[in-house]
């Protein structure tokens, strides 16, 4: 949504963008493993215990306990940056005071760009539309499933939900970049004045910093 007028610098707003990318990955390790050697019984090995230091000490990002803790770490970073958002906004008089609280918060998921459907129809054009523009984006990707036979229904189909890897892919990752990188910086940049072009071209760069600077999700 863009704004009408103009509440914040440019400068503002981007300081602010930046800001959120540093929340977004510093969240990543906000919540180190703990080492699950350190309490063992006390008549175990030493050399068990290097071991295990050992096998803690290499665990990849693939690891559960690692994507568990990741995990915490990004919702933890998508619940912080909207109250930051909601500060800010209110502040200015984005959010008036004199409005309900349910007013400002409807209001605010508009922001976002979170609506609630009115009707069935409405929530059916919020599925399909959607997730037909990403098929026509990942038409190349999905081209080389259907060859493989990787697609649903399809013989070599996998369908893991409950695998930490498979939520991490897909559901965590995507929803928090979206939230974070698009939602919330599009709500602080269009009220500094950002244009639409500005907003698509601009903003994307900010989210390949930020995944350039870390190790990914």
């Given at each position: 949504m863009l704004a009408s007028q103009r509440y914040f610098s440019s400068t503002f707003a981007g300081v602010s963008c930046v800001a959120?990318?540093?929340?977004?990955?510093?969240?990543?390790?906000?919540?180190?493993?703990?080492?699950?050697?350190?309490?063992?019984?006390?008549?175990?090995?030493?050399?068990e215990n290097e071991d295990r230091s050992?096998?803690?000490?290499?665990?990849?990002?693939?690891?559960?306990?690692?994507?568990?803790?990741?995990?915490k770490g990004i919702l933890l970073s998508s619940v912080v940056i909207p109250v930051y958002l909601w500060v800010v906004l209110s502040a200015v008089g984005v959010l008036s005071p004199d409005l309900p609280w349910q007013s400002?918060?409807?209001?605010?998921?508009?922001?976002?760009?979170?609506?609630?459907?009115?009707?069935?129809?409405q929530l059916a054009l919020q599925i399909v539309m959607p997730s037909?523009?990403?098929?026509?984006?990942?038409?190349?990707?999905?081209?080389?499933?259907?060859?493989?036979?990787?697609l649903p229904f399809q013989a070599r189909?996998?369908?893991?939900?409950?695998?930490?890897?498979y939520v991490r892919n897909f559901i965590v990752g995507p929803v928090s970049e979206e939230f974070v990188f698009r939602s919330c910086m599009v709500a602080i940049t269009s009220h500094a004045g950002a244009s639409l072009r500005g907003m698509v071209f601009g903003l994307p760069?900010?989210?390949g910093i930020g995944k350039m600077t870390s190790r990914s999700l």
């Amino acid at each position: 949504m863009l704004a009408s007028q103009r509440y914040f610098s440019s400068t503002f707003a981007g300081v602010s963008c930046v800001a959120f990318t540093v929340v977004f990955v510093g969240s990543l390790y906000v919540f180190p493993v703990k080492d699950t050697a350190a309490g063992s019984r006390s008549n175990k090995s030493t050399q068990e215990n290097e071991d295990r230091s050992s096998e803690q000490s290499v665990l990849d990002r693939n690891h559960p306990l690692v994507i568990q803790q990741r995990c915490k770490g990004i919702l933890l970073s998508s619940v912080v940056i909207p109250v930051y958002l909601w500060v800010v906004l209110s502040a200015v008089g984005v959010l008036s005071p004199d409005l309900p609280w349910q007013s400002r918060a409807k209001y605010f998921l508009q922001l976002l760009g979170v609506s609630i459907p009115g009707s069935m129809q409405q929530l059916a054009l919020q599925i399909v539309m959607p997730s037909a523009l990403v098929a026509v984006l990942f038409m190349g990707p999905l081209l080389m499933m259907w060859l493989d036979q990787e697609l649903p229904f399809q013989a070599r189909f996998q369908w893991a939900p409950f695998d930490w890897i498979y939520v991490r892919n897909f559901i965590v990752g995507p929803v928090s970049e979206e939230f974070v990188f698009r939602s919330c910086m599009v709500a602080i940049t269009s009220h500094a004045g950002a244009s639409l072009r500005g907003m698509v071209f601009g903003l994307p760069l900010v989210f390949g910093i930020g995944k350039m600077t870390s190790r990914s999700l």
